[in-house]
């Protein structure tokens, strides 16, 4: 299996939270374990490979067990837009 980062893109901000897995061989600046959007809406969690993650989002006191809409990215490409 391919290892790499796990993105989300905060429909709020628009950021991507980028997460790597601490096993894998990664970039200088690359987040370690657990990463947020800039405003903190999202927060993702890689799982190892790639494209595998946990997502975290608050709960709201209306609905706790609706999930917010977020965007999984898969690629580099899809992180440029």
Known sequence: MKSGPF????????AVAESWHHSTKTPKEATIGMASCECGTVRCDSMGPEGMGRIFCPETSEAPYLIQPYQVLETF?????
């Open 7 to 14: 993105r989300v893109r905060c429909p709020l901000c628009g």
């Open 77 to 81: 490409k899809e992180t440029a837009k």
